[in-house]
């Protein structure tokens, strides 16, 4: 499996970015993607995640109501929308896939034992 992130930048305060991550190798359909995030000094964090299967999707409430996960099947890509973004979002951006699991906080932490992206950094200025 590869994972290419792409789309991350420098964003002031409350402003936008669009982070996408295209795989290969995957069978699409039976798999589940997410974002972890490390910012330097701090833990590593698992963002959010979607299932191929059955499209559930998972927030970390740090994110929750600023970021949207989705999927397009046919391009196989992973977008996460980053909308109101804070200084604290600062940080690179990890897409992460492994097999098909039901969106979760349980299954970020099977993801953090999957296939990682090489990462692209977030940053955004106060």
């Known amino acids: 499996v590869q994972l290419v992130e792409s789309g991350g930048g420098l964003v002031q305060f409350g402003g936008s970015l669009n982070l996408s991550c295209t795989a290969s190798g995957l069978i699409f359909g039976d798999y589940t993607i997410g974002w972890f995030r490390q910012a330097p000094g701090k833990e590593r964090e698992g963002v959010s995640c979607?299932?191929?299967?059955?499209?559930?999707?998972y927030y970390a409430d740090s994110v929750k109501g600023r970021f949207t996960i989705s999927s397009d099947d046919a391009k196989k890509t992973v977008y996460l929308q980053m909308n109101g973004l804070k200084p604290e979002d600062t940080a690179i951006y990890y897409c992460v896939a492994d097999g098909d699991l039901k969106a979760s906080a349980q299954a970020m932490d099977v993801l953090e034992l999957g296939s990682w992206g090489q990462g692209t950094q977030v940053t955004v200025s106060s």
């Open positions: 979607i299932s191929s299967s059955d499209g559930s999707t």
